[in-house]
C-alpha cells in the first residue's frame, strides 16, 4: 500500500510527489477528473475514505511519514510534496490527517504545497483561531512555516461545483492566509470561459495571490480543442484570439504581484497543431515567457 504517488502528465505540473491517504470528494464538481476512465467508480466516489487497505488515520500516517523519510532528498530536489490528487485534502474529514503528514514533512525541512476548494476559515474565526483550528504553525512565529504554500482552484463556475464553497469563500480564505503570512496560490483551471477565469484572477490578486497554475480543459491529458460537455451541457470550443487576449491579460494584470505557469494545454492550444501551427517556436515565447514573472515547470515558491 503506497500512500505517495510520482503523477505524470498534467498532474505533474503541479507537483512530482502526490500524498493521497484519501480517496473520493464530496465537493461533486461536475467536471471532476477523478470520476472518468476506467477507475472512475473507485477514485471518483462521492464521499472522502481511506484508501483500500488503510485501517486507520495513524496507520496512514506511519505509511506516508516511511515514504516521505525513504524519499526525502529525491523529494526536496523535485521541489516537495503535493497534497492531493485523490481527494480535496482540507475537507474537515481529511484535514487533520493531511495536516498532520504535511506538519511532519515540514520538520525534516521538505516543501509541502496544498490545492483546496474547501473553506478553511469562516469570517467569525480569529487568525488565531484559525491556526488552531488547522493545526498549523503561524509563519511568522515558526520557522517550519516558510515550507509551506496554500493553493485554492478558482474557475468562477458556481453551478459546476454544487457541493464547494463558493469561489468568492475560497478567495476569503486564501486572504486570511495571506494577512496572515502564508505562501498562497491559485490554480485557475480547467479555465471554462475566459471571462469568468479573468474575474476571479483580479479577485484573487486582490486578496494577495502569489502565483498562478493556469490550464485548459484536458481529456487524457490533450486539449479539448474541439469542445467539450460537461454533465450533458455542451461547450463549444475554445477561440484562439479569445485565448491569445486572455493570456495577454492575465500577463499584464499580474506583472509585479504574481508569477504565472501557463500549463501546457495552454501552450499547446495557442500553439494549434502539428499540422497547423499558428505561431512559430520564437513567437510562443514571446507569447508566454518573455516575461520576468512568468515561471517555468520546476520553478519554486519555496526559493523566493
Ligand atoms: S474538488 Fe477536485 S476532487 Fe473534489 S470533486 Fe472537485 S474536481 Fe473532484
Redesign the pocket.
Known amino acids: 500500500m503506497k500512500i505517495l504517488s510520482k503523477p505524470k502528465g498534467n498532474a505533474e505540473e503541479y507537483g512530482r510527489w502526490s500524498v493521497n491517504p484519501y480517496i473520493g470528494?464530496s465537493?461533486?464538481?461536475k467536471y471532476?477528473?477523478?470520476k472518468s476512465g476506467p477507475s472512475g467508480a473507485y477514485l471518483g466516489q462521492n464521499k472522502p475514505v481511506l484508501k483500500k487497505g488503510i485501517v486507520n488515520e495513524e496507520h496512514a500516517y506511519h505509511l506516508a511519514m516511511a515514504e516521505i523519510i525513504e524519499h526525502r532528498d529525491e523529494i526536496i530536489r523535485d521541489g516537495g510534496l503535493f497534497f492531493t490528487f485523490t481527494?480535496?485534502p482540507l475537507m474537515r474529514v481529511c484535514r487533520n490527517l493531511n495536516l498532520t503528514i504535511a506538519d511532519e514533512a515540514m520538520k525534516w525541512h521538505i516543501p509541502v504545497m496544498f490545492l483546496t476548494?474547501s473553506e478553511i476559515v469562516n469570517t467569525w474565526y480569529s487568525h488565531v483561531a484559525t491556526f488552531q483550528e488547522i493545526k498549523m504553525p503561524n509563519p511568522m512565529e515558526d520557522i517550519v512555516g516558510r515550507y509551506v504554500a496554500f493553493g485554492w482552484t478558482l474557475t468562477g463556475q458556481y453551478d459546476l461545483?454544487p457541493n464547494?464553497p463558493t469561489n468568492d469563500m475560497r478567495i476569503q480564505s486564501m486572504n486570511a492566509f495571506y494577512a496572515a503570512g502564508y505562501r498562497v496560490w491559485a490554480s485557475l483551471e480547467p479555465v471554462i470561459d475566459f471571462k469568468a477565469s479573468l474575474k476571479i484572477l483580479h479577485y484573487a490578486l486582490n486578496a494577495g495571490c502569489q502565483h498562478f497554475k493556469i490550464g485548459l480543459m484536458t481529456k487524457n491529458t490533450k486539449v479539448c480543442r474541439n469542445g467539450f460537455t460537461i454533465d450533458g451541457t455542451v461547450f463549444p470550443p475554445y477561440d484562439p484570439a479569445e485565448c491569445l487576449a486572455f493570456v495577454q491579460d492575465v500577463m499584464v494584470a499580474t506583472e509585479g504581484r504574481a508569477t504565472v505557469y501557463w500549463k501546457q494545454s495552454v501552450r499547446d492550444f495557442i500553439g494549434g497543431t502539428p499540422a497547423h501551427r499558428l505561431f512559430t517556436d520564437k513567437e510562443l515565447h514571446n507569447i508566454f515567457d518573455n516575461y520576468p514573472h512568468s515561471v517555468a515547470k520546476d520553478w519554486s515558491m519555496f526559493n523566493q
Open positions: 470528494c465537493h461533486g464538481c471532476c477528473y477523478l481527494s480535496d476548494k461545483e464547494a
